[in-house]
């Protein structure tokens, strides 16, 4: 007969004794971090934030460096290491000495940025991640997004209206923006390419979708603005949609059109667009209610899952 799932005050109670057999890097499943989230305000801060220092990366060697360390010697055996990062450099002068706390560098001071800056906070463990994601295992870069999950939960608040959500959207950068429209339109079953910063080609992703008698082919233009999106981009999108013979072409904003930037499109049957409200009810739909406390995540997985 299987165990019954641990709760999550049981959970708990083994993370505050300290258990050897706990799972304190992160949340052990899903299902308790969104019980957790679901009720984050009536949490005592003190818990709230010692978790998230549970979560974050200590000073020390994780579970991964060995490995690491072995493949860093092989590179360098064959005249292959060509770039050293400062981690790496960390992770040979452990080797070389065995210091205690020489590989991991410690991220927990970003605790100091709270409660009063949060987002700052989140900046700076999205850039520690992206920095060291390579040589992190699985558990560590877990305990990254929780971390920043609890961040948003407690100290962001998930959006009461869509009139707020599209204000945080507004807040993130535009290259956050393109992916998680990305995801959005991955998960309404498209298959994706966000395309590269320097050249997009007046789109910033593209949408596929093959099905029995019927190809699409979408260009999908995102702006995250404050303001209303005129004529001449979507202008633009339809010289873009006609030269590379796609289906049509979106543009996604965080706003709207303007009057005159709305008749365009019902002029032009091969252009569309999603504004700021609809976009945050099919990201309600596709990505669920709790999508704003996963950005980082779901950048991540559209960092992998596509050609940028």
């Excluded at 961040?151 to 959006?159: D, K, L, N, T, Y």
């Excluded at 959207?169 to 956050?176: H, I, V």
């Excluded at 995250?224 to 010289?239: A, D, H, Q, S």
Aim: with cysteine.
């Amino acid at each position: 007969m299987d165990e019954p799932e641990q709760s999550l005050d049981d959970w708990l109670n083994d993370v505050k004794a300290e258990k050897s057999d706990a799972i304190d890097f992160s949340f052990p499943t899903d299902k308790l971090k969104g019980e957790y989230i679901a009720r984050i305000d009536g949490r005592p801060y003190d818990e709230v934030v010692g978790l998230i220092r549970k979560f974050l990366i200590q000073s020390g060697s994780l579970g991964a460096d060995r490995s690491t360390l072995s493949w860093l010697s092989y590179l360098a055996g064959k005249g292959e290491l060509k770039r050293v990062s400062e981690f790496q450099r960390r992770l040979i002068r452990y080797a070389k000495t065995m210091a205690n706390g020489a590989v991991a560098g410690q991220v927990t001071w970003v605790l100091d940025l709270l409660p009063d800056n949060p987002r700052r906070a989140i900046d700076t463990l999205n850039a520690y991640f992206e920095a060291h994601c390579l040589f992190m295992p699985d558990g560590r870069m877990h305990g990254i997004y929780d971390a920043t999950e609890l961040i948003r939960a407690r100290f962001i608040q998930a959006p009461r209206s869509s009139s707020e959500a599209i204000r945080l959207l507004q807040d993130e950068s535009a290259r956050t923006f393109e992916r998680v429209v990305e995801r959005l339109y991955s998960r309404m079953g498209y298959s994706t390419k966000l395309t590269p910063r320097q050249k997009d080609g007046g789109f910033d992703v593209l949408a596929l979708k093959e099905e029995f008698g019927r190809r699409a082919k979408v260009h999908i233009e995102c702006k995250k603005w404050e303001g209303n999106v005129g004529v001449p981009i979507l202008r633009g999108l339809l010289g873009v949609v006609h030269d590379s013979k796609a289906t049509n072409g979106v543009c996604v904003t965080t706003s709207d059109l303007t009057g005159a930037a709305k008749k365009f499109v019902e002029r032009n049957p091969q252009l569309d667009f999603v504004s700021g409200e609809k976009l945050v009810q099919l990201l309600n739909e596709y990505l669920g209610p709790t999508w704003f406390y996963k950005i980082e995540r779901l950048v991540e997985e559209s960092k992998g899952g596509v050609a940028a």
